[in-house]
Every structure is written in structure tokens, then in C-alpha cells.
């Protein structure tokens, strides 16, 4: 009898569920646009996470509240906490992409790479475009095959581009690279292994040596690793790690006497968080950023009269204002803000939904007027997608740590696309021909 | 099989031991989880909540036929779940026109050759020792999936993606497609697991977990079926592994089958009970739904007055106190606690 009341109970929980989860009635559409914030202020990257969503959060309280939304579309705003995982992500993005209380969702950033993988498809089947700065799928750089997914601006393929580029900038010269010694220490991850292919064709093009030395996760102990570059003795070494194995490998290196000034961390590799700890043996430490830090962008000068001097700021610690984290958070909403505006350009001064602001992102253009009008000139390099191309710019900045704060010491470093998108479209070839998709025309689509 | 004597028969005597009901309420939640669900329910309910219900049961269910019925400790099942969704992926990609239920369990059928290699120690070793070998196919096997890109098609990534989801020329890529993918494997495999711990393998399984030395003294091959009981599981874990790659999430990377995914497998056993089919549906709906839950009610309740991130911590924090209170309270897990609950209200409102 138990397992039969069990049952019973089962059931009528479930009708309950079910009952619960029917559609409500469809209130009249307000005039505002929601921003699904998928963040994760728990779990072991919790602490890079919360000055990204400062950052996020400052931006969007800016819009509405000295901007006035965009073009009078006011942004409202609600947190989902993923804890960096793809299941809670794929949770969140399920409860918010009908929307919150008749504002629909116009783009989403699924913050976290094993998310931004699962949600690839669905978003495409619910027409809504993923934006993924600095992670996500390279290969989604072809927008044909990806129509949904939007790996702007820094993609690895391109990082590894912009390394050697730098490197040569610093040999004086491409054809100086002929010979020389470039090490790669990566997290043996997948994250850490998508440089190879790149690098790989990069070595040959140009001849230098590459060296490839993975670190296990988490990468705590790097001895071996650093005994293996200094016997090498590579002239450069691009630094691929993240979390923990960053301030460990930087340590490790002065250890072994490996100069610090000849080690360029990656994107995930270039925050405070992963130079603070190292103390002295990271000072002179190069790294590569889409998203430099600093305080004295045109933009924080808006955020800091408007925001957080008036206490409206997300930020606990203000001491991370300015800090890289903070500033990807600003630079991830500008992208989405941007693409909002660029839709509205086309389909009037409304919330959008899903599809109209994929159209807005294929016809996002910020130029270097743009970037002036909206406070990101020198924090945010200028962007152009296509229908094409998803990806936009390809550059990034390289920055030094002197020890208290990072110090920029390029201007944009632009990558060598042209060389690499025959690696990209084979991907995603590869990609169209195991799912069955067929590529879509560009052409057509203006 | 053992033949039972029954007493001569007398007039009228019932020839069965035990009276057989229809069984009406599975009837109904079979008819509402096949029919109703998936005609009402929302993509959010079909996608976030009960497609990974039904896959974590479903390896809870494997885990459960080797720790809880043959009482053989592992946590490597996250490994297994690789295993099985790496194969899956694998077959579907390189032999053409394979049908999805075949790749399936294909996928499985190689999960199960590997947990039997990994089995092998069980002859020797038990309890915590056996346990430390499973850790270490854990940690291989998530090794093995992220250092040879053969595995993964070589995408630049790692991470395999769910092929076309078809069965007989149907499209299963809409979420009550794949909820109802799901639900077809987990009924299915749910049945034959009710039927073998009730033949007699699941009766040698359990006269070994209770006591090896004395299985071994009535005559059962304790080593053979030790070594079935790792296979068994891990066709279960195999399946639920490529379940869990391609109806939920869509993807998957070594990444997906960590160690974690191993603890929670654990965690819904042993909080939903030990040797018990419906204890894994239990524990896998209270280590999946109920952070859910708690997370709806904190932002419903406090959203946007507490911080953020205090009220994510302060969740755990509950869902911790849960965790240690229940099994406080029955050790045995919440299947028992429904079972003396059910009990209670059969005699309420008398005491007993």
C-alpha cells in the first residue's frame, strides 16, 4: 500500500508541476528590454566572476539611469547563478529566454565555456544570439554555419595570432621570427589545446620553432614543466593557463631563472587576480588582453560620477574599479548594448527579440567614432561583424605588470585572420557535415 | 532456478504466494509521464528539470545495482558515463545509418567491456581499497578523453556534440523529443533492473553484498559475479552517459563526466537509499530539484534586498543542512522515509 500512496503522491505533485508551469496570460508588452545575467558568484572562479558583473551591472544602471535605456528602452536585469557549469547554465538560460514579465530577451551571454557548448544548439533553435567575448566556439566564426553564435572579438585561433604578431613586432620583423624558439605552457585542457592547431600552421608559415609543454589541471606544482622550458631555451613563452597554474607557472619560472619579461599570458591569463599573487617574480609580466584594465577610460569617468560615487555601484571592493575583470564586464555590455541600438536602427525603437538583434549584431559597426561617443575608445578596439564573419576585430592589447597595476605598452595588436580562416571554415565544415546543416548564403542576407 | 514445493493443492487454496493487483497508480504515472508531460509541460520544465531527473536516475540505477545491490563502492561512474557517451558519439559519427537505439546501447554494451576490465581488482581487493581503484578509472578515463582527439572528432574544443536525433525517420530534437527519448530508455531499463534484482543473479548480488565469505560457501561464483555486477552497472551508466550528452546538454567534454558528476551519482544513492530502484528516483529528484527549488524561492523571496552572492551561499548552506538532516533522520535514505511515512498515514489517525 505504501508504494501505491507513493504513487499517488507522485502524481499529484506532478500535475501540480505541470499544472504550475502553464503559460500565464500575456500581460501588455512594457517597454523594456530584459538582460539575462547567467553569473556565477559561487564555485572555485567565483572570484574572477563578481567584478565582471560589477562591471556588467555599473554599465546597464549607467544606461538607464543617465542615458535613459537605449533610445528610451529601458534595460531591466535578473541574475542566474550557474556556478560556471554547463547544467545550471542550460537552467537558466531555459527559465529566461521567454523572457521576464513581457521584456523580451534580445541577446545572451552565457558567461562560461562548457555552457556556451550546450546552449550552442538550443539557442539556435529558439533564435536567440549567444555572445561569447574571448571563449566559446572558434569555429562559430563562420557565421554561415553559425548563424546564432557570436565569438566577437577575440577568438583563441586569433590570440595565438596576435602572440606571434607581437613577437615578431618585437624581433623586428615576420621574417625575423625564422628560427626563433616560441614555447607554449598550457592548461591540458581543452581550453588550453585550441592554440595548437593555429600555432601549428603559424610555425610553419613562418618558421620558428614551436614547443608545446601541457600543465595538468590544476597546475600547482610546475617544476617539471619550467625545467623542460629551460633546457628548450626558448626565446618566448606564451603563457595558456588559468586559475591557479598562472601564478604558479610565473613563480616557477623565476624559480628557474626563465626572464618574466619574455612570458605573455593569454586572455585568461592577464587579470590582477593572476599577477597579485606572484609578488615580485611577476613584475615585468607580459599579457594579452581584448579588455585592458585601467581606471582612466572616458567611460569610467561617466560610471564614477554617476554610479559609484552616488553608491549605486555593484562593486564591493573599489579597489577593483578599473581592474581587468571589471572593465570585460563593461566591455560585454557595451557589445550587447551596441547590437541592441544597431537593431533598433532597423526595426525601430523598441525592445527586440532574438532575431532582430542577431541582425543587429551582423550589422554591428563601432568604429572608432563610436567608441569616442560612447566612452570605450582605448578599452575596446573597433568592431565590424558580417553575416560572415562573427568574430569582428582580431586584436588585442598587450599589457605589463609593474608590479602594482598593469601598464599598457601596445596599441592594438591585430591578428593575421586571413591566414587562419581556412582552419576555421574546415571546422566548421566539419561541424556542418556532422550535423546535417546546410550553410546559409551570406550574400543573400545583405 | 530453484522450484518451490507447494503444499498438495486443496480446493480453493490460492496457488499464488502473493495476491497481484493491477497496478493502476504506475499505469497513471506512466500514462501522465508519456502523454501528459510532454503534451503540457514547457520547454523549460521538459529541458532544465526533467530531462536531467530522468538521466540522473538512470545512472543513480546503475551506480545503485553495484554499490547497493552487490555492495561494491565506486565512484568512478562519472568515467563510465564518459565511456558510454564517447562511444555513442563515436559510433553514430563513424558507422553511417546506425540507428539512434542501437548506438545507444552500443554505447553502453562498451561502457559495460570496460567497467569489466575495471572489475578486475574486485577479486582481490574490497571496501575502501576497491573504492581507490575505481578513483583511479575516474581520473583515466577523463584523461583518455581529453589527450586523444580521435575521440572527439578532432574539434578544436574537445567537446563532442549531439549528432541528429532520429528514430524511425522522427525528429527528436525538439525537448518533448528528447524528454520522451529519455523516458523510453529509463522505463525500459527501469524494468529489466526491477526484474534482475529480483531473479537470481540480483539474489547472488545480494547474498554477496551481505556477506562474500558466505556466498562463497553456498556455492555462488562470488568473483563472476562481482565482475557481472561492474559490467551491469556500467551498460546503465553508459547509456545514461550518452543520454546525458545528448538529450540534455547537447555537448559534452571529458569536462562534463568529472569527478563531481561521480560524488553526486553517490550522493543520490545514498540519500536516496541503498538497494532500492525507486530510492534512485527519489535522491536524484532531491540532489537535482531542490537547489532549483530553493534557488526559485530565494529569488522570489529575497531577489534583488540581499546580495547576490550571500544569497546563492546562503542556499548551499540550507541545502546542506537538508542533506545532513535527512540522513540523521533516516540513515537509510528518503525512500524509507517515504515507506514509514506511507505506513504512518495507513494507521493515521492511530499511533503506533
Known amino acids: 500500500m505504501s508504494s501505491s500512496l507513493k504513487r499517488k503522491l507522485a502524481v499529484a505533485l506532478l500535475a501540480l508541476g505541470v499544472h504550475h508551469a502553464l503559460p500565464g496570460s500575456a500581460l501588455a508588452a512594457p517597454n523594456e528590454q530584459f538582460f539575462p545575467l547567467a553569473t556565477y558568484r559561487v564555485g572555485a572562479y567565483a572570484s574572477s566572476g563578481i567584478p565582471v558583473w560589477a562591471g556588467m551591472i555599473d554599465y546597464l544602471r549607467y544606461i538607464n539611469e543617465v542615458e535613459g535605456g537605449i ?89 595565438a595570432s596576435a602572440v606571434i604578431e607581437y613577437i615578431a613586432r618585437r624581433e623586428g620583423g615576420l621574417d625575423k621570427l625564422k628560427g626563433k624558439k616560441i614555447a607554449t605552457v598550457y592548461h591540458d585542457s581543452a581550453y588550453g589545446r585550441e592554440t595548437q592547431g593555429p600555432l601549428a600552421l ?63 599570458g593569454d586572455i585568461w591569463a592577464s587579470s590582477d587576480e593572476d599577477v597579485l599573487p606572484t609578488g615580485p617574480a611577476g613584475k615585468g609580466y607580459l599579457a594579452l588582453t581584448p579588455y585592458p584594465g585601467g581606471a582612466d577610460f572616458e567611460i569610467h569617468k561617466k560610471i564614477k560620477e ?35 541600438r544597431a537593431g533598433q536602427a532597423r526595426f525601430g525603437k523598441r525592445p527586440l527579440d532574438g532575431d532582430e538583434s542577431r541582425w543587429g549584431l551582423e550589422h554591428l559597426d563601432i568604429d572608432d567614432a563610436r567608441l569616442k561617443a560612447i566612452g570605450f575608445h582605448g578599452l575596446m578596439q573597433p568592431l565590424r561583424l558580417s553575416c560572415s564573419d562573427h568574430e569582428g576585430g582580431g586584436a588585442a592589447k598587450v599589457q605589463q605588470w609593474d608590479g602594482s597595476s598593469w601598464k599598457l605598452i601596445t596599441d592594438w595588436v591585430q591578428a593575421d585572420r586571413q591566414t587562419l580562416r581556412p582552419l576555421i571554415e574546415a571546422k566548421s565544415g566539419v561541424y556542418a557535415k556532422e550535423k546535417g546543416i546546410a550553410p546559409r548564403d551570406c550574400r543573400a542576407d545583405g | 532456478m530453484t522450484t518451490t514445493h507447494l503444499p498438495a493443492s486443496h480446493d480453493g487454496a490460492p496457488l499464488e504466494l502473493q495476491e497481484r493487483r493491477a497496478p493502476w497508480p504506475l499505469a497513471i504515472l506512466l500514462a501522465v509521464a508519456f502523454v501528459l508531460v510532454p503534451w503540457l509541460g514547457d520547454d523549460y520544465w521538459l529541458n532544465a528539470i526533467l530531462i536531467p531527473f530522468l538521466v540522473l536516475s538512470l545512472a543513480g540505477l546503475g551506480l545503485n545495482l553495484l554499490t547497493g545491490y552487490t555492495g561494491q563502492t565506486s565512484v568512478g561512474a562519472a568515467g563510465f558515463m564518459a565511456v558510454g557517451a564517447f562511444a555513442s558519439y563515436g559510433l553514430l559519427l563513424r558507422v553511417p545509418g546506425l540507428p539512434l537505439p542501437l548506438a545507444l546501447a552500443g554505447g553502453g554494451a562498451i561502457a559495460a567491456a570496460v567497467g569489466l576490465v575495471f572489475g578486475i581488482p574486485s577479486n582481490r581487493i574490497k571496501g575502501f581499497y576497491l573504492m581507490v581503484t575505481t578513483l583511479a578509472a575516474q581520473f583515466f578515463l577523463e584523461w583518455v578523453f581529453t589527450k586523444f582527439p580521435w575521440f572527439y572528432n578532432h574539434a578544436s574544443s574537445g567537446t563532442i556534440s549531439a549528432p541528429r536525433l532520429e528514430l524511425f525517420g522522427l525528429d527528436l530534437h525538439a525537448p518533448a523529443g528528447r524528454y520522451l527519448l529519455v523516458l523510453g530508455c529509463v522505463t525500459l531499463l527501469t524494468w529489466v533492473a526491477v526484474n534482475l534484482v529480483r531473479s ?40 545514461a552517459g550518452a543520454l546525458w550528452a545528448f538529450a540534455y546538454l547537447g555537448t ?11 560524488f553526486q551519482i553517490l550522493f543520490i544513492i545514498i540519500i536516496g537509499g541503498m538497494g532500492s530502484i525507486a530510492g534512485n528516483f527519489v535522491g536524484a529528484a532531491f540532489i ?62 492511530l499511533r503506533f
Open chain 1, 71 to 159: 533610445n528610451g528602452v529601458k534595460l531591466v536585469w535578473q541574475e542566474c547563478e550557474t556556478e560556471w557549469t554547463a547544467e545550471k547554465g542550460i537552467e537558466c538560460y531555459e527559465r529566461f529566454k521567454n523572457g521576464l514579465d513581457g521584456a523580451p530577451v534580445a541577446v545572451y551571454q552565457p558567461n562560461g565555456a562548457p555552457a556556451a557548448y550546450a546552449l550552442a544548439d538550443k539557442a539556435a533553435a529558439d533564435k536567440i544570439p549567444l555572445i561569447t567575448l574571448g571563449y566559446g566556439r572558434t569555429e562559430a566564426t563562420d557565421g554561415s554555419v553559425f548563424p546564432y553564435n557570436f565569438p566577437v572579438m577575440l577568438t583563441f585561433y586569433s590570440e
Open chain 1, 202 to 264: 603559424l610555425a610553419e608559415k613562418y618558421g620558428f620553432e614551436n614547443i608545446q609543454i601541457p600543465v595538468a589541471d590544476p597546475g600547482n606544482e610546475q617544476s617539471a614543466q619550467w625545467r623542460q622550458v629551460r633546457q628548450a631555451k626558448p626565446d618566448w613563452v606564451f603563457l595558456r593557463t588559468w586559475g591557479v597554474s598562472t601564478p604558479v607557472a610565473i613563480k616557477t619560472a623565476a624559480r628557474f631563472g626563465f626572464p618574466v619579461e619574455r612570458i605573455i
Open chain 1, 306 to 340: 554617476h554610479i559609484l560615487d552616488k553608491g549605486k555601484s555593484d562593486l564591493k571592493d573599489p579597489k577593483s574599479f578599473g581592474s581587468v575583470y571589471y572593465n570585460s564586464g563593461l566591455v560585454n555590455a557595451a557589445i550587447a548594448v551596441e547590437a541592441i
Open chain 2, 200 to 239: 537470481q543473479i540480483g539474489r547472488n548480488w545480494m547474498a554477496i553484498r551481505d556477506m562474500d565469505t558466505a556466498a562463497a560457501v553456498i556455492g555462488i561464483p562470488v568473483d563472476g559475479y562481482k565482475r557481472l555486477a561492474f559490467a551491469v552497472s556500467s551498460f546503465y551508466l553508459g547509456v
Open chain 2, 252 to 262: 559534452a567534454s571529458a569536462g562534463s563526466f568529472d569527478i563531481n558528476r561521480s
Open chain 2, 288 to 349: 537535482s530539484l531542490l537547489p532549483l527549488l530553493l534557488n526559485q524561492i530565494g529569488q522570489g523571496l529575497l531577489g534583488g534586498n540581499v546580495d547576490a552572492g550571500q544569497l546563492q551561499n546562503l542556499q548551499k548552506i540550507i541545502f546542506g543542512v537538508l542533506i545532513i538532516w535527512f540522513l540523521v533522520k533516516e540513515p537509510e535514505g528518503l525512500i524509507r522515509l517515504l515507506a514509514n511515512l506511507g505506513e504512518r498515514l495507513k494507521a493515521w489517525p
